[in-house]
């Protein structure tokens, strides 16, 4: 089972028709089950999940110089 690690929440705003109805509407996260280093199973938004590779990335760019 994957840990949720983040805090966002969802957008909400209004659909609009010709006839200028109002409906409600929710953009849901983009949620990902991302497996970190230590083995760990968390989720995270895409872009959060973007970022952490990047870091990792440079870290080990780093490492290796």
């Keep these: ?10 957008l909400f705003g209004n659909r ?3 006839a200028l109805n109002a409906t409600r509407h929710m953009q849901k996260l ?12 968390v989720k995270m938004t895409t872009r959060e999940a973007k970022k952490y590779k990047k870091d990792m990335k440079e870290k080990e760019d780093k490492v290796s110089l």
């Design 1 to 10: 089972m994957s840990i949720k690690a983040t805090s966002k929440k969802p």
């Design 16 to 18: 609009r028709s010709h």
């Design 30 to 41: 983009n949620m990902q089950n991302v497996t970190l280093e230590d083995g760990t199973k």
